[in-house]
C-alpha cells in the first residue's frame, strides 16, 4: 500500500475514516481524483482558523439566489480570514457521478477538511450554534460531534456571532 499525499497536504494513511479504502476512496473515487477534489474544496488554507457552518444564500430583491452566500452565511462569516470548506455546486455532481450518499460525502470530503484543520492547529469556529435543536439532525451537527469525539473538544464558546470549539484540557 503506498501512502499517498492527498490534495489536503495528509497522507492517505492519515485520513482512513472507518473503512475508507486507500486505492480508491470509499471504494468509489479514484484516489488521484479524490485528491483534486479535496482541494479544490478548501479555501484560504493558510489562515489559523476553520469556519464551519450553515450556507444560507444571499436575497435579492426578495429572491434566494443559492449561487451567493449571504451575509450570516459562514462562507461570508469566514471571508479571507477563515479556512472553509465548499463543493458549492460540485456538490451534487460529485455525489451522482461517483453514487455516494450523503453521509458517503460527509466521510469522504467533510471528515478530512475536518482533520486538515485539526491537524494544522487551526481554531474551529462556527458560524451558527451546531447545538441548537433546528441542527440536530444536521451535518453541522456532525461535524460538532465528530471534533467531540475524535478530537477532545468539549464545549463551544461564544464570541460576538460566532462560536469557536474548546478542547479539553
Known sequence: MTDVVLGL????????????????MGGKIPINEHAK???????????DSMMLGKYTPAMENGVANWGKAGPDSYIAKAGN?????????????????YKLTPD????????????????????????????????????????????KSEHNYKRLKQEGDVWIAVKKK
Do not use: C
Not at 480570514?81 to 457521478?97: H, N
Not at 433546528?134 to 456532525?142: H, I
Open 104 to 147: 458517503e460525502m460527509f466521510e469522504q470530503f467533510n471528515i478530512p477538511a475536518l482533520e486538515r484543520a485539526v491537524k494544522d492547529g487551526k481554531t474551529i469556529r462556527f458560524s451558527h450554534d451546531p447545538m441548537l435543536d433546528a441542527y440536530k439532525d444536521s451535518y453541522l451537527r456532525k461535524e460538532w460531534n465528530y471534533l
Open 9 to 24: 497536504g495528509l497522507s492517505a494513511a492519515a485520513i482512513r475514516y472507518k473503512e475508507i479504502k486507500v486505492d480508491m
Open 37 to 47: 477534489i479535496a482541494k479544490a474544496s478548501l479555501h484560504n488554507v493558510k489562515t
Open 81 to 97: 480570514d477563515s479556512m472553509y470548506f465548499d463543493l458549492g455546486q460540485k456538490w451534487s455532481v460529485i455525489e451522482t457521478k
